[in-house]
């Protein structure tokens, strides 16, 4: 009777098993990662810093190349106002009497009174640049420097090339003085049309560069 009791507790245990599902094994849950400890992957860390050194590097290096462009601006208005200056000088004192004076001639008359505009106007540049006084908006002053400068160094090539001809024809008949003179005046004048024509490059790259913001 045990046998047969043995017996009927296996056939009721394999008929449970028969109609119980499978039981399938699950992963254990991933663990929830920490927000506030959560880093970035070292690919975009390293992307990030990348991008933050080359903003600081880039607005160093246009630090500098302001401070240059403002050094070297100042340093030419300074040349173009003595070349000037020694145009003038030289010129309005070229009188020795007779035909050797400067004001019987026209191109040297223009010569003279173009000195003493480009005097002038690089003089009150030249001041301008030292103190960083700023009579307009920024633009509109750098808009204004570079018309300036273009005029004033046409005018400046425009009356030592109407001198040169003039000069040329005295020398070949004499070499004096008056001459002399002429020749340096108008070599000063030319040496004041190259300084305002770098000026000019100068102030159309800084107008060019102007910021809006």
């Avoid at 200056?85 to 004001?103: P, R, Y």
């Avoid at 005018?155 to 008056?178: C, G, H, K, V, W």
């Avoid at 003179?181 to 000026?199: E, G, K, Q, R």
């Amino acid at each position: 009777m045990t046998t047969n009791q043995d017996d009927a507790s296996q056939n009721h245990d394999q008929q449970q098993q028969k109609q119980s599902p499978p039981v399938v094994p699950t992963a254990p849950p991933a663990a929830a990662a920490d927000v506030e400890s959560q880093t970035e992957p070292a690919p975009a860390q390293q992307a990030r810093a990348a991008g933050s050194g080359f903003g600081v590097a880039g607005i160093i290096r246009r630090w500098k190349r302001d401070d240059l462009l403002r050094k070297g601006s100042l340093a030419l208005r300074g040349l173009s106002l003595v070349f000037s200056l020694l145009a003038f000088i030289i010129m309005a004192s070229n009188k020795h009497g007779d035909w050797k004076d400067f004001d019987k001639y026209e191109e040297y008359r223009y010569l003279l009174g173009i000195a003493i505009l480009a005097t002038l106007y690089t003089g009150a540049q030249a001041f301008k640049n030292a103190t960083g006084k700023e009579m307009f908006q920024r633009r509109t002053s750098a808009l204004a420097d570079f018309i300036g400068d273009q005029i004033m160094a046409y005018l400046l090539i425009s009356s030592s090339s109407s001198a040169i001809p003039l000069t040329n024809r005295m020398r070949e008949s004499q070499d004096n003085i008056f001459t002399d003179a002429s020749a340096s005046a108008i070599s000063m004048a030319f040496l004041a049309f190259v300084s305002l024509a770098l000026l000019a490059l100068i102030s159309g790259h800084k107008l060019s560069s102007q910021s809006y913001i």
